[in-house]
């Protein structure tokens, strides 16, 4: 993939921050948050080079941080928190380097940049929320029927889904 | 590596999404799981072991390796808007020679050709300085540049760089062993030609690769194809270890993966409107262009992209033709730039729009066409006070040129015996005074001469010093219109013709109705258009109708940067054909690079041979004024 133009200063910050806060979410764990701190080398090298490989690179690293973290017994919160920081940072990224590739360094794209990032945050909060609840309803003690047949299911939708 | 760039068309739109039968029987599945949770009594009477589910991880987790290679071989791109900030075919005079020297790819044939070339160049320019300083036309170049065989000068690795020190110093030098030695010849050529010595270094500019914009269409982006390996590993790996807080980190990633496939393309309802502040600027005159972009559909735009396409050969000088922006339904955003281009009559393209939906999944390019304005014509009607010397070359009509010929004017030019009828107050009354035979004075008539503007407009005239400055057939067609406003009002004959592929042809007349078709001309016609043609100039075809057309009595005024030597083969025989020539050549070379350099040699050579065939020569500098320039000719011409 051809490098591109970097995007502007302020383009690039919302998706650090929140690579940034994949690491400080992970920081309990050690082993995790050294991971997750090698895979936010890769998001700012990506995003200063306009890369999406790279920052591709950076995220699924940040990405296993997270699963890593998550064997670890962090936190289910934090476990959400930060893997949500981990989607918000690829998306955030990838917005950017679009918006510096067909804008260029003088065109100004702040205005849709802001509104994608308030859909994606919209969607993320709802799906956490959803998802916690769903965790606080149920508990434990669940038969172990619903446990397989929730897997499978949600297994067979993401296969099918194409994006 | 498989790439998501390209045209997709509508077929994309069902490309996103979720699979019918799998999404069905998912779902089927998940209610039951819910259900399962609200009503545990369901599930009493099915028995599972704990092993299938750790089975069914390591199946989840087996096709999330699939997905992570499929991800590996995809590269997310978004579409590429057209360059639309600097597009110029405008070519430097020399940079070609530099190209061919620091052409690494070369194959060991092509590399000979291309010395070979490289040294027949050096040699002819050598034997042209030498045959100019030494008066001779033997052709044998001169000794200090080429005394021994030049080839052994050139591209023999051993004669030169010598021992411990001369090697150092060529590892520490920039360029090859070749490109330093070219070098060194032309500041040599360039000493015996200018008889100072000048510094040559080998530079070449960067060749910018031109990117190819996305068509128009519908395409979807793949940019969350990371989530689903993502979402299938954390339950893969959840399930096997037993970690609750990855199941739902899955769920997680699985929900905003079904937001993306669930999210519907975008339309793309837009009107643009685009108004120039002025459509007839002065020559390289700023124009601010201000473009507004309707959301003429019912639907939120949350991320639209407008690019104006700039007309090609304009540049922008401020602001950004390129615009982010998120419309409702129903509003609009205005954004503006400023342009700016030498002359000429230029055309704004449809403006580009890039629409994605909120989440980011599609993309729409569409090229919009604008209302309101869509040209600008820069003015070349220029006020000029200087004058245009001319040759003697006249026709019978009374006008400004002073000529050769005795009869009523104001220059004395002779005294002759008087003869019956001569009008009385020519008789030379103070010779009659003193007692001698009466006698005549004669004055130089003053007459008016027919000229004919004679614009080189060839591919090979659209040259300029610089990348960003102006080209010489921009510098020509300018200096041509204040030529024509200066001769009309010296009544004399004007006509126009261009030495081009694409033709232009007007008659010499006078008046001020004809300057008007003459400027409109300069400023519209298709053949001074600020992009070169795309066809070649056929002298044998081209000249002959000027020729044909040209009157007999008129004298030739050419512009032209005299950039190779078609164009002075060209002057030439339209002088042979009895046309009295002067040729007013706008300077486009430079120095600096041996190309450069060489080039700048070339030209003065060609235009010294005008020169000698009785043509004369206005070498007018990028940096100086017409009117200098012609009066600095013009005290060397008296």
């Given at each position: 993939m051809a490098d591109t133009e970097s995007p502007t200063p302020r383009l690039l910050l919302p998706a650090i921050a929140a690579t940034a806060l994949v690491v400080a979410l992970t920081g309990t764990v050690q082993i995790a948050a050294l991971v997750a701190l090698g895979g936010a080398a890769g998001v700012i090298a990506g995003m200063r080079r306009g890369s999406r490989l790279v920052l591709g690179i950076g995220v699924t690293i940040q990405f296993w941080a997270v699963v890593v973290a998550a064997l670890g017994a962090l936190r289910v919160e934090l476990v959400l928190l930060a893997s949500m920081a981990v989607v918000l940072c690829w998306d955030l990224g990838e917005q950017a380097i679009t918006v510096a590739d067909q804008?260029?360094?003088?065109?100004?794209?702040?205005r849709p940049f802001a509104v994608h990032a308030a859909g994606t945050l919209l969607v993320g909060t709802l799906c956490f929320g959803g998802v916690y609840s769903l965790y606080q309803i149920a508990?434990?003690?669940?038969?172990l029927l619903a446990l397989v047949l929730l897997l499978g299911g949600g297994t067979v939708v993401l296969a099918g889904t194409r994006i | 590596m498989t790439t998501t760039d390209g045209s997709t068309g509508?077929?994309?739109?069902?490309?996103?999404?979720?699979?019918r039968a799998l999404g069905v029987l998912g779902l089927l599945a998940v209610l039951g799981g819910l259900v399962t949770i609200l009503q545990?009594?369901?599930?009493?009477d099915t028995a599972f072991g704990y092993g299938f589910v750790t089975l069914l991880g390591v199946v989840i987790l087996a096709a999330s390796l699939r997905y992570w290679v499929g991800l590996a071989l995809t590269t997310v791109e978004s579409a590429t808007p057209p360059p639309v900030e600097e597009r110029r075919e405008i070519s430097i005079p020399g940079v070609a020679f530099d190209r061919t020297l620091a052409?690494?790819?070369?194959t060991a044939v092509s590399r000979l050709r291309a010395r070979r070339d490289v040294l027949d160049r050096l040699r002819s320019v050598a034997a042209r300085i030498h045959e100019r300083d030494h008066?001779?036309?033997?052709?044998q170049p001169d000794a200090n540049v080429f005394g021994e065989d030049a080839e052994t000068v050139l591209f023999?690795?051993?004669?030169?760089?010598?021992g411990l020190t001369g090697r150092l110093a060529a590892v520490r030098a920039k360029g090859t062993p070749l490109q330093r030695r070219v070098s060194d010849v032309v500041a040599e050529l360039a000493r015996q030609y200018d008889g100072e010595r000048v510094s040559v270094e080998f530079d070449v500019p960067e060749r910018t690769t031109a990117t190819r914009p996305s068509a128009p269409g519908l395409r979807a982006?793949?940019?969350?194809?990371?989530?689903k390996p993502m979402a299938l590993s954390a339950v893969g790996v959840g399930v096997v270890f037993g970690s609750a807080a990855l199941l739902l980190v899955g769920a997680l990633f699985g929900g905003v993966a079904v937001y993306a496939a669930a999210d519907s393309p975008p339309t793309a309802a837009v009107r643009i409107t685009r108004s120039v502040e002025?459509?007839?600027?002065?020559?390289?005159e700023p124009v601010r262009v201000t473009v507004s972009i309707e959301n003429?559909?019912?639907?939120?735009?949350p991320d639209l992209t407008v690019i104006d396409r700039v007309p090609e050969g304009c540049s922008v000088t401020?602001?950004?033709p390129r615009h982010g922006t998120s419309l409702r339904a129903g509003a609009t955003a205005t954004f503006g730039y400023e342009l700016e281009a030498v002359r000429g009559h230029h055309e704004f393209g449809d403006a580009a729009v890039i629409i994605r939906n909120l989440s980011g999944s599609f993309e729409r390019v569409a090229d919009v066409s604008a209302d309101g304005d869509a040209s600008i014509t820069y003015d070349v009607t220029a006020v000029t006070d200087h004058s245009i010397p001319l040759r003697k070359?006249?026709?019978?009509?009374?006008?400004?040129?002073?000529?050769?010929?005795?009869?009523?004017?104001?220059?004395l030019h002779s005294v002759r015996e008087y003869r019956t009828?001569?009008?009385?107050?020519?008789?030379?009354w103070n010779r009659a005074a003193a007692g001698e035979d009466l006698a005549t004075l004669q004055f130089r008539e003053e007459r008016s001469a027919t000229v004919v503007l004679l614009v080189?407009?060839?591919?090979?005239?659209?040259?300029?010093?610089?990348?960003d400055a102006p080209s010489a057939v921009d510098r020509s067609v300018l200096a041509a219109a204040e030529s024509a406003s200066a001769l009309l009002a010296a009544d004399d004959q004007v006509g126009l013709a261009a030495l081009s592929p694409r033709t232009c042809w007007i008659a010499p007349s006078s008046g001020h109705a004809h300057r008007t078709r003459i400027h409109e001309q300069l400023a519209n016609a298709e053949a001074f258009d600020p992009r070169p043609p795309d066809r070649s100039f056929k002298p044998a075809i081209r000249l002959q109708s000027i020729r044909k057309r040209l009157p007999s009595a008129a004298q030739l005024l050419v512009f032209s940067p005299?950039?190779?030597d078609e164009v002075v083969d060209v002057v030439r025989r339209l002088g042979a054909s009895g046309h009295a020539t002067t040729v007013i050549s706008p300077n486009a070379t430079g120095g600096g690079t041996p190309g450069r350099t060489l080039a700048r040699i070339e030209r003065s050579l060609r235009l010294s041979r005008l020169r000698e065939a009785g043509v004369r020569v206005v070498d007018w500098d990028?940096?100086?004024s017409l009117a200098l320039s012609l009066d600095k000719a013009g005290r060397r011409w008296s």
């Amino acid at each position: 993939m051809a490098d591109t133009e970097s995007p502007t200063p302020r383009l690039l910050l919302p998706a650090i921050a929140a690579t940034a806060l994949v690491v400080a979410l992970t920081g309990t764990v050690q082993i995790a948050a050294l991971v997750a701190l090698g895979g936010a080398a890769g998001v700012i090298a990506g995003m200063r080079r306009g890369s999406r490989l790279v920052l591709g690179i950076g995220v699924t690293i940040q990405f296993w941080a997270v699963v890593v973290a998550a064997l670890g017994a962090l936190r289910v919160e934090l476990v959400l928190l930060a893997s949500m920081a981990v989607v918000l940072c690829w998306d955030l990224g990838e917005q950017a380097i679009t918006v510096a590739d067909q804008l260029g360094a003088t065109g100004t794209g702040t205005r849709p940049f802001a509104v994608h990032a308030a859909g994606t945050l919209l969607v993320g909060t709802l799906c956490f929320g959803g998802v916690y609840s769903l965790y606080q309803i149920a508990g434990g003690g669940q038969p172990l029927l619903a446990l397989v047949l929730l897997l499978g299911g949600g297994t067979v939708v993401l296969a099918g889904t194409r994006i | 590596m498989t790439t998501t760039d390209g045209s997709t068309g509508e077929t994309e739109l069902n490309a996103l999404g979720v699979g019918r039968a799998l999404g069905v029987l998912g779902l089927l599945a998940v209610l039951g799981g819910l259900v399962t949770i609200l009503q545990p009594s369901i599930a009493s009477d099915t028995a599972f072991g704990y092993g299938f589910v750790t089975l069914l991880g390591v199946v989840i987790l087996a096709a999330s390796l699939r997905y992570w290679v499929g991800l590996a071989l995809t590269t997310v791109e978004s579409a590429t808007p057209p360059p639309v900030e600097e597009r110029r075919e405008i070519s430097i005079p020399g940079v070609a020679f530099d190209r061919t020297l620091a052409d690494h790819r070369l194959t060991a044939v092509s590399r000979l050709r291309a010395r070979r070339d490289v040294l027949d160049r050096l040699r002819s320019v050598a034997a042209r300085i030498h045959e100019r300083d030494h008066g001779g036309s033997d052709g044998q170049p001169d000794a200090n540049v080429f005394g021994e065989d030049a080839e052994t000068v050139l591209f023999d690795d051993a004669d030169r760089e010598q021992g411990l020190t001369g090697r150092l110093a060529a590892v520490r030098a920039k360029g090859t062993p070749l490109q330093r030695r070219v070098s060194d010849v032309v500041a040599e050529l360039a000493r015996q030609y200018d008889g100072e010595r000048v510094s040559v270094e080998f530079d070449v500019p960067e060749r910018t690769t031109a990117t190819r914009p996305s068509a128009p269409g519908l395409r979807a982006t793949n940019r969350f194809r990371l989530l689903k390996p993502m979402a299938l590993s954390a339950v893969g790996v959840g399930v096997v270890f037993g970690s609750a807080a990855l199941l739902l980190v899955g769920a997680l990633f699985g929900g905003v993966a079904v937001y993306a496939a669930a999210d519907s393309p975008p339309t793309a309802a837009v009107r643009i409107t685009r108004s120039v502040e002025t459509d007839q600027p002065a020559p390289g005159e700023p124009v601010r262009v201000t473009v507004s972009i309707e959301n003429t559909g019912d639907r939120l735009l949350p991320d639209l992209t407008v690019i104006d396409r700039v007309p090609e050969g304009c540049s922008v000088t401020a602001g950004s033709p390129r615009h982010g922006t998120s419309l409702r339904a129903g509003a609009t955003a205005t954004f503006g730039y400023e342009l700016e281009a030498v002359r000429g009559h230029h055309e704004f393209g449809d403006a580009a729009v890039i629409i994605r939906n909120l989440s980011g999944s599609f993309e729409r390019v569409a090229d919009v066409s604008a209302d309101g304005d869509a040209s600008i014509t820069y003015d070349v009607t220029a006020v000029t006070d200087h004058s245009i010397p001319l040759r003697k070359q006249t026709s019978r009509s009374v006008g400004r040129v002073v000529t050769d010929v005795g009869g009523s004017g104001i220059e004395l030019h002779s005294v002759r015996e008087y003869r019956t009828g001569d009008p009385l107050n020519r008789i030379d009354w103070n010779r009659a005074a003193a007692g001698e035979d009466l006698a005549t004075l004669q004055f130089r008539e003053e007459r008016s001469a027919t000229v004919v503007l004679l614009v080189d407009a060839r591919v090979e005239a659209y040259v300029a010093p610089e990348a960003d400055a102006p080209s010489a057939v921009d510098r020509s067609v300018l200096a041509a219109a204040e030529s024509a406003s200066a001769l009309l009002a010296a009544d004399d004959q004007v006509g126009l013709a261009a030495l081009s592929p694409r033709t232009c042809w007007i008659a010499p007349s006078s008046g001020h109705a004809h300057r008007t078709r003459i400027h409109e001309q300069l400023a519209n016609a298709e053949a001074f258009d600020p992009r070169p043609p795309d066809r070649s100039f056929k002298p044998a075809i081209r000249l002959q109708s000027i020729r044909k057309r040209l009157p007999s009595a008129a004298q030739l005024l050419v512009f032209s940067p005299v950039c190779d030597d078609e164009v002075v083969d060209v002057v030439r025989r339209l002088g042979a054909s009895g046309h009295a020539t002067t040729v007013i050549s706008p300077n486009a070379t430079g120095g600096g690079t041996p190309g450069r350099t060489l080039a700048r040699i070339e030209r003065s050579l060609r235009l010294s041979r005008l020169r000698e065939a009785g043509v004369r020569v206005v070498d007018w500098d990028a940096e100086e004024s017409l009117a200098l320039s012609l009066d600095k000719a013009g005290r060397r011409w008296s």
